[in-house]
């Protein structure tokens, strides 16, 4: 049994709804709820949309929501998606925020780290701050690594069981993760075992929450609250998961 090997998210899209999916509404209600908050009916822009997961029942509350994605497989999925037809939709580089503005809210949700360069993660702060209306927010939902960080060697862990239909071959998902301290590069491999087996390759560039405040810094923006989860727990020294507001300062 050979896996086929994919470099990018064009081929991505085919299994990602069916791994969100497999996401528990414990996840995704809260950080819906959390950003309806933040946005307050005011317009709003996702970065990296994807195939709709978070922008759709953001929208369905009655909010104006925009979206730009790399991917067009993405977003042609998004787009045949009930309530797409409410979004406005763009293909580029979030970095670059195609979108005039201004947006009460602009958010990221685990995707700001496929910027893999800091001009690029740079450019997407100054491109951000030029969009907010006044008084307006970007929230970014980072992580911070396991000990995988320091790893010469991939390692394997087991992500999730992926769902199936009556006739489907059940899939579980695995990622390997190598990762460079010094570049602050994970390179990952999603494996996707099933009757079609995958293997998808990218890479992040991580960023410690203290860099994340200083790119933010950069483009005049200060950080307003952060939290552990979008419960909006207190964020310590043993959380995983990053979630940060920033406003202009």
């Known amino acids: 049994m050979n896996a086929r090997s994919v470099n990018n998210y064009e081929s991505y899209a085919e299994f990602y709804d069916s791994w969100q999916d497999s996401w528990p509404e414990s996840v995704m209600t809260p950080c819906v709820n959390m950003l309806a908050d933040i946005a307050a009916g005011r ?3 996702e970065l990296a949309v994807g195939t709709g997961r978070i922008a759709l029942p953001l929208s369905q509350r009655g909010i104006e929501v925009s979206g730009v994605d790399l991917s067009e497989a993405m977003l042609a999925r998004l787009r045949r998606k009930p309530g797409a037809d409410k979004l406005s939709i763009k293909l580029g580089n979030m970095a670059d925020v195609p979108f005039e503005g201004p947006f009460g809210l602009i958010y990221c949700v685990a995707s700001f780290e496929y910027l893999v360069t800091q001009d690029d993660q740079l450019r997407f702060f100054a491109n951000v701050e030029k969009r907010l209306a006044t008084g307006g927010s970007i929230v970014i939902q980072t992580i911070i690594p396991n000990e995988a960080i320091f790893s010469n060697d991939f390692r394997l862990n087991r992500m999730s069981d ?4 009556e006739d489907e071959m059940a899939s579980v998902m695995l990622m390997g993760v190598k990762g460079d301290p010094v570049a ?34 950069s483009a005049g923006l200060s950080l307003h609250a952060r939290w552990s989860n979008w419960q909006r727990e207190s964020f310590g020294s043993t959380s995983r998961l990053v979630i940060s507001e920033y406003r202009r300062a």
């Open 43 to 45: 317009p709003t822009l």
């Open 162 to 165: 992926l769902p199936s239909g």
């Open 184 to 217: 602050q590069i994970l390179d990952q491999r999603i494996m996707v075992l099933g009757e079609k087996p995958q293997v998808f390759r990218h890479k992040i560039r991580f960023v410690w929450p203290n860099e994340l405040d200083l790119l933010a810094r």
